[in-house]
């Protein structure tokens, strides 16, 4: 579809001033907002980070896609918030580990889980240990979610868990990760209960929490 296409181009080159029009006219045109996301954004997003990756783009590039791809969701987030049967509400704790910060992931898996009726505590980027804790005590959530995108920072995890226990929280909480390098094998090493390959996806896990 051409403006899919219009999206995904302008998302790739980080042409932040076009997307909202881009994105309002998708949204006229009757296009699936999930498809927005998943078809034009989200794999915008991966692709900058492959040119990244291979030296083909630099870091100016990345921030300037990352700028388009939060502009876009200002404009879609009410939508996402509007279209999902509301279920039993529960509270998530969510924020991106300790010394990472990365956080248009997070902020999707935010808007999916608030979609679907939840109440979301955003601890924000480079979370430090006591935060989740702290928020933990303050909000009594069932969830606690951590978003990681350097391999590098994923290392804090176990440190993360470990504040938990420490605090006597472990089994007051479910524990929920993810992000691009993130694998269930890496979840099942920490004791993580739930791991999510997408912002959809988590959404679905947290229903099934508050469900049982
Ligand atoms: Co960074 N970066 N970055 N970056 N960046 C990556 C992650 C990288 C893969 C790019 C690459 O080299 N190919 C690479 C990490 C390599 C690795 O460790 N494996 C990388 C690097 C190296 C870096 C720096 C170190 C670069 C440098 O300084 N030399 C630096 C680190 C700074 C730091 O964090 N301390 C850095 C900085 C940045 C920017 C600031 C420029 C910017 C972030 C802006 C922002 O977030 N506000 C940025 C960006 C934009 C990216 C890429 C291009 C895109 C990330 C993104 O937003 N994707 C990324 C490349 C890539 O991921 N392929 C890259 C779109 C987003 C929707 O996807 O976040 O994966 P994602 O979230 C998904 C799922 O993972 C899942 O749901 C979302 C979709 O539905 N999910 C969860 C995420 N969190 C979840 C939590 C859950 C469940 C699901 O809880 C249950």
Redesign the pocket.
């Known amino acids: 579809m051409a403006i899919l296409d219009d999206i995904y181009n302008a998302t790739f080159k980080g042409n932040y001033k076009d997307i909202d029009g881009l994105v309002k006219k998708a949204v006229g045109d009757g296009i699936n907002v999930h498809d927005i996301v998943n078809k034009a954004l989200?794999a915008a997003?991966?692709e900058?980070?492959?040119k990244?990756?291979s030296g083909e783009l630099y870091?100016p590039d990345?921030?300037l896609?990352?700028k388009a791809?939060?502009e876009a969701m200002e404009v879609l987030k009410p939508l996402i918030k509007g279209d999902s049967v509301l279920v039993e509400k529960g509270t998530v704790v969510?924020g991106t580990v300790k010394?990472?910060?990365?956080?248009?992931?997070?902020n999707?898996?935010i808007t999916m889980a608030e979609g679907q009726g939840f109440k979301v505590i955003d601890l924000g980027i480079?979370t430090d240990y006591p935060k989740f804790v702290d928020a933990i005590k303050e909000h009594a959530p069932q969830i606690v979610?951590?978003?990681?995108?350097?391999?590098?920072?994923l290392a804090n995890i176990p440190d993360h868990i470990k504040a938990i226990k420490d605090a006597g929280l472990r089994n007051k909480v479910v524990l929920?990760?993810?992000?691009?390098?993130?694998t269930r094998d890496f979840a099942d090493r920490y004791g993580i209960e739930?791991y999510?390959?997408?912002?959809?996806s988590?959404a679905k896990?947290f229903i099934k929490v508050v469900q049982k």
């Open positions: 989200s997003m991966l900058v980070g492959d990244f990756g870091m990345m921030l896609s990352a791809m939060k969510i010394g990472d910060l990365h956080d248009i992931g997070k999707l898996v480079d979610a951590f978003s990681g995108l350097l391999t590098t920072t929920a990760v993810g992000g691009a390098p993130v739930i999510a390959d997408d912002a959809a988590a896990e």
